[in-house]
């Protein structure tokens, strides 16, 4: 019989409490982000261009090894297939005809 008025005693103050701090916190927490994002959207900008160029650098060299890695099986295989050409590799001067 000790255990019935303690479950309601104890139930009353916990729901009493409990909606009162979470009504003023709810109100009070969205002004608080609000007024943290008001000052950060300013300095923002002025870091977005120069945090831009910096990951753009930095993808940069990762695309080029790759790209000279693919490049070097080509050269060779240019080289291989190469056949000589009926012309010079120099066409004739256009002045050397005036000469002569």
């Known amino acids: 019989m000790l255990k019935q008025p303690c479950t309601p005693f104890m139930h009353a103050p916990k729901p009493s409490r409990v909606p009162s701090p979470r009504t003023h916190l709810s109100p009070a927490f969205p002004p608080v982000p609000a007024h943290v994002d008001a000052p950060r959207p300013l300095p ?15 993808m940069m060299p ?10 070097h099986p080509m050269p060779p295989r240019k080289k ?21």
Request: net charge positive.
């Open 44 to 58: 923002t900008p002025n870091h977005f261009p120069k945090t831009v160029p910096g990951p753009t650098s930095q």
């Open 62 to 71: 990762i695309p080029s090894p790759s790209l000279p890695v693919f490049q």
């Open 80 to 100: 291989r297939n190469k056949r000589p050409s009926k012309f010079p590799a120099i066409a004739p001067s256009p002045y050397a005809l005036l000469h002569t």
